[in-house]
């Protein structure tokens, strides 16, 4: 009924969160790590700021919460007119759509933030590796 609302909230919150990081990181640049090989070719390494593995976070969860949100209005769960959520006209309904709230919606906004703490996880590795990699070529 209104399981988007949650990853949908986390989404606004990390977006605003990711804005200020990359405000605050336009001032610092990123260490760069510059190697020339014997055959002349440059290998850079670099590493990916924060904020934007945040906004990795931030296309996941709207685009999550934008394809459930739809399927609830293609279902007539949602609609153009107020309260815009059927279920939260009838008081039982709406204890039924928070419950749906609590857990489900729930369920995949911190799935959804595994998922990409997992995916940050490997890319951090593998910029590791390749910080190191360029740091041994110089």
């Not at 290998?43 to 296309?59: C, E, G, S, V």
């Not at 309260?83 to 419950?99: K, S």
């Not at 990409?116 to 110089?138: D, F, P």
Request: aromatic share 10%; charged share 15%.
């Amino acid at each position: 009924m209104a399981c988007f609302i949650v990853p949908a909230t986390e989404a606004i919150v990390t977006t605003v969160v990711s804005k200020v990081m990359e405000k605050k990181a336009a001032q610092n640049a990123a260490p760069t790590v510059c190697a020339e090989f014997a055959h002349g070719e440059i290998a850079q390494a670099q590493r990916t700021p924060f904020y934007k593995k945040l906004m990795w976070l931030n296309y996941m969860l709207w685009g999550g919460a934008f394809l459930l949100a739809f399927e609830h209005v293609w279902h007539g769960e949602v609609v153009p007119f107020f309260p815009f959520l059927t279920a939260a006209g009838d008081p039982i309904e709406r204890a039924q759509m928070l419950h749906e709230m609590a857990t489900a919606g729930v369920a995949m906004a911190v799935l959804v933030t595994a998922v990409w703490a997992g995916i940050v996880a490997v890319s951090t590795v593998i910029e590791k590796r390749a910080m190191k990699a360029a740091a041994e070529q110089q």
